[in-house]
């Protein structure tokens, strides 16, 4: 299933599931009241919610609750998550940005999966847009995928810790490279280089529509990245070292998490200006148009303006 966010022509915003028919269902309205009117009191009681939601799919139009996408807006799907943490998983990407940086990989990466916490008050959507911060001059977008928590659990295997994944979505992790590096030579960081926007959607697909891709350590899914319509990133989330797995064990090693918190898998190898370099593409600019698409996942556009 797909879960959605989306707002009405009467301005009320529903969580929903999106149909490959292109309907959508206020899964509050389809059921009377049953399944909440948003995404984190569904992600509550998941396990029980996702039952009562499968006998919504046969819903056609003319049924009660049900929606062509042309009447509604798309928001972010999880548009107010609990937390957000952004691993660093790919190694490809981490290799890159380091050489661009004039830097050796390390070899803490290789025993022990990374990450910092991002501002979970700043989540975009599809087709929201994007300002560019007023004193930054090196804007960049970041190609990642994240798994959305739907279980709470504390010091989580990693065999587990399927158990604790709700579902999937597209994730892009804007970043001020500038503000970033410049933060990051005190020792701490990234803070101000990522706290103006990350966006995520269009959907959330649930862990069961993923699991007949499954390669290594990820999946098989085609990621690609376009700026005004231009082909600059392409990879594949299959080449990741660290699994959803691995980065949850890590994440609630002494900590509980709950449902309703992001986690992302950082940057896929070329996922990135800075990765690819200003050879390839300039940093962005307000006017321009910034596309990812995912197998599975769907696309997740966006476009900067000046703040």
């Known amino acids: 299933m797909r879960f959605i966010t989306f707002e009405k022509s009467n301005r009320t915003v529903r969580s929903g599931i999106l149909l490959e028919s292109d309907l959508v269902i206020d899964i509050d309205e389809a059921t009377n009241g049953k399944l909440p009117g948003n995404m984190i009191d569904f992600l509550e009681k998941s396990d029980s919610n996702l039952k009562i939601a499968q006998d919504l799919l046969q819903l056609s139009i003319g049924d ?28 490809q990407h981490v290799k890159s940005a380091r050489e661009n940086r004039g830097l050796e990989m390390i070899p803490e990466w290789y025993q022990i999966p990374v990450f910092y916490f991002s501002n979970h008050l700043a989540i975009k959507g599809p087709e929201d847009t994007i300002s560019k911060p007023v004193d930054c001059n090196w804007l960049d977008y970041e190609l990642e995928v994240a798994c959305i928590i739907g279980k709470q659990g504390r010091n989580i295997a990693a065999v587990e810790a399927e158990d604790y994944i709700f579902g999937y979505c597209i994730l892009n992790d804007w970043s001020a490279r500038d503000l970033q590096r410049q933060e990051m030579k005190v020792g701490l960081g990234p803070a101000k280089g990522k706290d103006f926007a990350t966006s995520i959607g269009p959907w959330i697909i649930t862990k069961d ?14 990621m690609k990245a376009r700026i005004n319509g231009v082909l600059l990133s392409e990879g594949n989330m299959k080449e990741i070292y660290y699994s959803f797995g691995e980065m949850i064990e890590r ?11 992001i986690i992302g898998s950082g940057t896929v190898g070329t996922g990135c200006i800075l990765e690819l370099g200003t050879e390839a593409h300039r940093w962005l600019q307000p006017g ?14 966006n476009t900067i303006i000046k703040d």
């Open 64 to 91: 009660k609750g049900v929606y062509s996408l042309n009447e509604i807006t798309l928001l972010a799907p999880l548009p107010q998550p609990k937390s957000f943490r952004d691993f660093y998983a790919f190694e």
């Open 251 to 261: 994440a609630s090693a002494g900590v509980t998490l709950y449902p309703g918190e």
């Open 209 to 222: 529509e993923m699991d007949p891709l499954r390669s290594g350590k990820g999946f098989d899914i085609s």
């Open 288 to 301: 321009d148009e910034v596309e990812l698409e995912i197998d599975k996942l769907g696309v997740l556009k």
